[in-house]
Nanobody, 115 residues
Framework: QVQLVESGGGLVQAGGSLRLSCAAS????????MGWYRQAPGKQRELVAT???????NYADSVKGRFTISRDNAKIAVYLDMSSLKPEDTAVYYC?????????WGQGKQVTVSS
């Protein structure tokens, strides 16, 4: 019954900013981590950023210094603030929640960065 609902994203010019939000609903006893992954056409899904239950963050090298992941534990929500966006950031972004032994995924949101 766990559901992840994503919002935000969209179309922006290079150098611009966007925010992605992900809100979880349902019974989730213990959350290990939440994060964002992305998949561009013809490429494998890759990790963008994660934040674990202790607040430790992890970023892909390609987004360090430009993206910021944050969370709201009370609302079971995670956010991704993206700045200085580049065309190579264009992808479908998926919210991920890990609550051992289960893993849940959002439906994906398109982020398109034009040059």
């Amino acid at each position: 019954q766990v559901q992840l609902v994503e919002s935000g994203g969209g179309l922006v010019q290079a150098g611009g900013s966007l925010r992605l939000s992900c809100a979880a609903s349902g019974s989730i006893p213990s959350i290990n981590a939440m994060g964002w992954y992305r998949q561009a056409p013809g490429k494998q899904r890759e990790l963008v950023a994660t934040i674990n239950r202790g607040g430790t963050t992890n970023y892909a090298d390609s987004v360090k210094g430009r993206f910021t992941i944050s969370r709201d534990n009370a609302k079971i929500a995670v956010y991704l603030d993206m700045s200085s966006l580049k065309p190579e950031d264009t992808a479908v972004y998926y919210c991920n929640l890990r609550a051992w032994p289960y893993e849940h995924w959002g439906q994906g949101k398109q982020v398109t960065v034009s040059s």
